[in-house]
């Protein structure tokens, strides 16, 4: 039985081990796509330096680590293994829809972009110009916007795994890139106004980010519980697993959902510690702008005052 169209008999997997799950097994479409996402944001932030300008080493770092754990979940056996055991697919989605995007958002790639493509000549529109019109397009606001991006959290969960739409998706090659794909997106979608570090339409404060993180976190947890709980497998992919994993459907299922309860606290602490780091910073820089207008206005004060002494020394020694 060949599942999921990924060219290899999947049924000849061996019991699943972490050494085993980490040998590389690279899918073309993952491959290129984070060699690319490599390679341009290199290409950036040399062509910042080569101006004279600096970059942030620690944005570097986080951005390359968030495209690396692309990597590890989809250009690896893990994503063989995925294939036909659910909590390796459990794995998979939870780095690539909640640890990936908070990692690549840290490294502020649209920020890098902007300062790094150059600007067009008048009267044209180059890359720089296109993503500038996209940030303040309308269809950006929306898609921002919690309203929008907390049901899509939620409905890329019960909606997927809970209705006839995965079995579907894994049925081919394409389907299953697509809805991997579309893990990346929600999560990217999701915490880019939350994390707050490149700029955006739907800019919150500090409070309601916080906000915002915790209304979609608990359903994390919910789904996890209700796989748990569960007295049968509920996901028809993962109903017959072959012989040679030596799984148990249900075991697996009930790990699945384990996985997806505990990696629901992830996520939270780092984008909690992203923000009160990023509040932290906001107040210094307030407080040293109110320094700054407090010292010129005092120094304003203490010239019209000098002024006005001197008029009272001038009417004096009339």
């Known amino acids: 039985m060949d599942h999921g169209g990924h060219g290899m008999m999947?049924?000849?997997?061996?019991?699943?081990?972490?050494?085993?799950g980490l040998e590389f097994s690279g899918d073309?479409?993952?491959?290129?796509?984070?060699?690319?996402?490599?390679?341009?944001?290199?290409?950036?932030?040399?062509?910042l330096r080569r101006r004279g300008d600096a970059w942030p080493v620690g944005r570097t770092v986080s951005?390359?680590?968030g495209v690396l754990t692309v990597a590890l979940v989809m250009c690896t056996k893990l994503n063989d293994?995925?294939?036909?055991?659910?909590?390796?697919?459990?794995?998979?989605?939870?780095?690539?829809?909640?640890?990936?995007?908070?990692?690549?958002?840290?490294?502020?790639?649209v920020t890098l972009a902007l300062r790094a493509l150059p600007t067009a000549a008048r009267g044209r529109k180059g890359p720089r110009e296109l993503l500038v019109a996209l940030?303040?397009?309308?269809?950006m606001r929306v898609i921002t916007h919690p309203v929008f991006t907390i049901p899509l959290f939620i409905a890329s969960l019960y909606g997927l795994y809970f209705t006839p739409i995965f079995d579907f998706l894994m049925e081919s090659r394409t389907g299953h890139i697509a809805m991997m794909v579309h893990f990346l997106a929600v999560g990217l979608v999701f915490f880019w106004p939350i994390m707050g570090v490149d700029p955006g339409p739907h800019r919150p404060g500090y409070v309601m980010r916080m906000l915002e993180l915790f209304a979609g976190m608990p359903f994390h947890a919910f789904f996890g519980i209700a796989l748990m709980m569960a007295s049968e497998p509920m996901i028809g992919t993962y109903m017959h697993p072959a012989a040679s994993l030596g799984v148990d459907?249900?075991?697996?299922q009930m790990a699945a959902g384990g996985i997806a309860w505990a990696f629901s606290e992830?996520?939270?602490?780092?984008?909690?510690?992203a923000l009160v780091f990023q509040w932290y910073k906001s107040e210094q820089r307030q407080a040293r702008r109110s320094d700054r207008m407090e010292a010129r206005s005092g120094d304003q004060e203490l010239a019209a005052y000098n002024a006005y002494l001197a008029t009272l020394q001038a009417r004096g020694g009339q």
Do not use: E, K, N
Not at 10 to 20: C, Q, S, V
């Open 81 to 109: 293994y995925g294939m036909v055991m659910f909590s390796v697919h459990m794995v998979q989605h939870m780095v690539i829809s909640m640890l990936s995007p908070i990692l690549i958002l840290l490294g502020a790639p």
């Open 266 to 273: 992830i996520p939270s602490v780092v984008v909690l510690i």
């Open 28 to 47: 073309a479409f993952f491959v290129i796509g984070c060699l690319l996402g490599l390679a341009l944001y290199g290409w950036a932030v040399v062509r």
């Open 10 to 20: 999947m049924m000849d997997l061996p019991p699943f081990t972490l050494g085993r």
């Open 63 to 65: 951005y390359v680590i």
């Open 135 to 139: 940030l303040h397009s309308r269809y």
């Open 249 to 252: 459907p249900l075991s697996d």
